[in-house]
Nanobody, 123 residues
Framework: QVQLVESGGGLVQAGGSLRLSCAASGSTFSDYAMGWFRQAPGKEREFVTAVSWSGGTTYYADSVKGRFTISRANAKNTVYLQMNSLKPEDTAVYYC????????????????WGQGTQVTVSS
């Protein structure tokens, strides 16, 4: 198993930037594809972005494409989510997830989840 802990959330103004981190432990980090999901109040958890084991393949939800960037540093057992040009609709709890397979856009593909970190974007 792998344990995941997110950090870096907070309150920012619209148009601002924030970088989230997800630290992994317990298993070989490079064996996993990694993803980020988010859940806003009253809504289901939705896909944000994902990256392959090597970092060579990425996927983004249309809502964040061009604004968010996922990356990973396997030597540090860490995956990052750089969020730029933030909008109030980006407000949500952001979750890091790990998959034994390829990066995918659905929750069921991921085996392990972090506890989440709150991102709030003010108008």
């Amino acid at each position: 198993q792998v344990q995941l802990v997110e950090s870096g959330g907070g309150l920012v103004q619209a148009g601002g930037s924030l970088r989230l981190s997800c630290a992994a432990s317990g298993s070989t980090f490079s064996d996993y594809a990694m993803g980020w999901f988010r859940q806003a109040p009253g809504k289901e958890r939705e896909f944000v972005t994902a990256v392959s084991w090597s970092g060579g393949t990425t996927y983004y939800a249309d809502s964040v494409k061009g604004r968010f960037t996922i990356s990973r540093a396997n030597a540090k057992n860490t995956v990052y989510l750089q969020m730029n040009s933030l909008k109030p609709e980006d407000t949500a709890v952001y979750y890091c997830a790990a998959s034994h397979g390829i990066p995918q856009m659905v929750r069921r593909a991921y085996n392990y989840w972090g506890q989440g970190t709150q991102v709030t974007v003010s108008s």
